[in-house]
DNA sequence: TACATGACTATCC
DNA sequence: GGGATAGCCATGT
């Protein structure tokens, strides 16, 4: 476990049930630009219950990619679970579900 | 130490 | 909106 890894899994713990967030967001919250590290850290996903790796989505608003058991068809079926709709690998009004770690400081 | 790889993103057609 | 290309940083060999 390197300390990267934890900075992302603790700014996974961060996202509310019901609310998909992109790589992108994570890398700014740890104030990087390492969105592909990012990826990588999440997709060891050693803490595979304790940390939502499922709220994580690409900024292409479809799905992505998923490591756990059954892969995509498992995340999706997550995402339905917490009220978020997904149609053809994509999620549905992405944009509305959209997390920004803005919203937790209630800037906006 | 150097090279290759990856659950990505931005840009350009 | 969707496919191809380049850039990116952390990890593992």
Known sequence: MTPFQQEVYCALSLIPNGCV???GEIARHLGTKAVRAVGTAVG?????PVVPCH??????????????EGG??????????????????????????????EDLDDVL
């Open 72 to 101: 995509v068809a498992t995340k999706i079926r997550l995402l339905k679970e917490e009220g978020i709709d997904v149609t053809d690998g994509k999620i549905v009004a992405y944009r509305q579900h959209h997390f920004t770690f």
């Open 21 to 23: 967030t992109t790589y």
């Open 44 to 48: 060891k996903n050693p803490n595979a």
């Open 55 to 68: 709220r994580v989505v690409p900024s292409s608003g479809k799905i992505g990619n998923y490591s756990g």
